[in-house]
């Protein structure tokens, strides 16, 4: 049985995309509930971690475009990362890489 290999670019891609969805995501769901939603959820899902002693509600523009920018960066390059050590797992198996 041989192994397929990944896109390198097209994994990266996939995550970059999907880190910059969620991302997006959050920041819906910060202006849609509001700082009392937003402490709400995060708790929830840090597991009983309090967290509204951290959470900014104005989050200036530019700097939501960066962190999405670099939440794409971040997502493209742990993406690519993992097909290509998927990739080097087929060479030594055999398979093409």
Same mark, same amino acid.
């Given at each position: 049985?041989?192994?397929?290999?990944? $896109?390198?670019?097209? !994994? @990266?891609?996939? #995550?970059? #995309?999907?880190?910059?969805?969620?991302?997006?995501g %959050?920041a819906?769901l910060?202006?849609?509930? @509001?700082?009392?939603?937003?402490v709400?959820?995060? $708790?929830?899902?840090?597991?009983?971690?309090?967290?509204?002693?951290? /959470?900014?509600m104005e /989050?200036?523009?530019?700097e939501?475009?960066? @962190?999405?920018? %670099?939440? #794409?960066?971040?997502g493209?390059?742990?993406?690519?990362?993992?097909a290509? /050590?998927?990739?080097m797992?087929?060479?030594? !198996?055999? @398979?093409k890489?």
């Amino acid at each position: 049985m041989t192994m397929e290999t990944m $896109n390198v670019k097209r !994994a @990266g891609l996939a #995550f970059g #995309f999907t880190g910059a969805l969620l991302y997006v995501g %959050c920041a819906l769901l910060m202006m849609i509930t @509001g700082s009392v939603g937003t402490v709400k959820l995060f $708790n929830g899902l840090l597991h009983g971690l309090d967290v509204s002693g951290i /959470v900014r509600m104005e /989050v200036p523009l530019g700097e939501s475009l960066i @962190g999405l920018i %670099c939440t #794409f960066v971040l997502g493209w390059l742990v993406g690519s990362c993992i097909a290509w /050590v998927y990739n080097m797992g087929g060479a030594k !198996a055999g @398979g093409k890489a």
